[in-house]
């Protein structure tokens, strides 16, 4: 059975070994880099814990298409990497809008992970963050308008 050493989400343990029992690719990326949801057993407190794993671009992938990760003896952190586990996070309710900038993207990802764990205040803080974003460059430049303290940048 195939082992990886990751740091349990259940019971904090740091680089405890676990037991991967099952293993789905997910994604193939760059035409050979496959990734796996893959359900482990900590060996610490015996809870389960699905990982997100990529395979690892130092580590011998073909040798990995053609066991199968299942069937790699010993330690899998030798082809993977441990990307992230599976956690409420990946539950968001919403979707990114379509042809939506990266940094955009990213904000409103976090903005929608904030509203699925009921972290309100910060969801509102990442959705303002996106109207930020999105109208910055529709506002003119902070130097055409020299201020002298008086409403519109007006001298006297």
Known sequence: ??????????CRARHITFDVMREHIVDVRYGWQKWYEAFSVCRNCSRSTTFVLSESVHGDYKKVHSEGLLNVNGSLNNYVNVESYISLRDFSAMPVP???????????????????VG?????????RLCVDFATKSKLPDQDDNVSTGRPGGRSG
């Open 1 to 10: 059975m195939p082992e990886l050493v990751a740091d349990c989400p259940r």
């Open 98 to 116: 379509e042809h939506v900038p990266e940094d955009i993207e990213a904000a409103f990802k976090e903005a929608a992970t904030c509203l699925s």
């Open 119 to 127: 972290c309100y205040n910060a969801a509102g803080t990442m959705f």
